[in-house]
């Protein structure tokens, strides 16, 4: 395709973190300075996850409030809209949004709003992912999951865990996970983006429906045969991943690995602002470094609405659009 070709494509994107992704404008507009780029964004010499993660202070100011997050969710499909992203799973952490002014259900509900406003008047239709934080007890972390269960189908289409996967493995939170499955919430799991492919394993034994980054499982039949037995997709975010050296190079990034494997593979961005990425970014850096063809970027997409935690009459709307697109090819 060429880039006016990747442009035009209706993209579906499953795994993008709110905070990581505010526009520039609206970061200056709620902390009423100005912000150079650098505080905001990595450089391509990223050293490590840990200096990624320092992007994130500034983002993390402006969703306080209920103002703040309804400014959020509308000023994320604003961006998304500009590129023809037609659905998106927004992922936060509702936690790291409360105050004692502002409880859980408070802060889901500030985003929602802020999220409908933007599908009114972008189009771009939506559905999010609350994250529970790998450094947070599991009691607070079902509380917040619980809540947000109030809200599925209504906005909130699954949970996630996030946060320091090294420092807290998998396997601390089975119990957490089970308790999920009991109230009929889905969820996709961050696994594999360290070196612990155990992970992985244990994020499908929980039942998660689709695996964060998997970067872990490359060269992993095993897993690799387990994931594909579950039918799980398998969210990649290739710049992101690259910059926080979850993947030393570019060639040992195993997206043509998992794709010729058969896996439920998807291309996401993971942060637009922290990685000054966008789907048409990632999509043209997948056909330059890894040779992906034209069928293959429609099999992406293909792969992001079979794995969307949309209902049928959502994914029936994203499968019509990708038809319209492939006749005009």
Known sequence: MTI??????????????????????????????????????VSDDCTSLAEYLEKFELPAECIRDEEGLEGAGYDVLETMAREQVCYAEIRFAPLLSVTQQMGTEQVIAALLKGLERGRKDFGVEYNVIVCAMR????????????????????????????GAEAQYPMHQF????????????????????????VNITDALKAGAARIGHGIAMRANQQIQNMAADAKAGIEMCPI????????????????????????????????????????????????????????????????AVQAAFADDAGKARMRQKLEDFRRNL
């Open 240 to 303: 992101s991943n690259l910059q926080t050296k979850a993947s030393e190079c570019a060639a040992q990034y195993p997206l043509r690995e998992f794709l010729d494997a058969g896996l439920l593979v998807t291309v996401n961005t993971d942060n637009r602002t922290v990685s000054n990425t966008s789907m048409t970014k990632e999509l043209e850096f997948i056909q330059k470094t890894y040779g992906i063809c034209d069928e293959e970027i429609m099999l992406l997409m293909d792969h």
């Open 135 to 162: 450094h947070h007890s599991t009691e607070d972390n079902f509380e917040m999951i619980k809540t947000a269960s109030r809200f599925l189908g209504a906005g909130v289409c699954a949970a996630d865990l996030a």
């Open 4 to 41: 006016e070709q990747i442009q035009k494509l209706p993209k579906i994107e499953l795994h993008c973190h709110l905070d990581g992704s505010l526009s520039k404008k609206f970061i200056q507009k709620r902390l009423g300075r100005t912000v150079a780029d650098e505080e905001l964004c």
């Open 174 to 197: 089975m119990e957490l996970f089970e308790k999920v499955k009991k109230l009929g919430m889905p969820f996709t799991i961050h696994a594999g983006e360290c070196q612990n492919a």
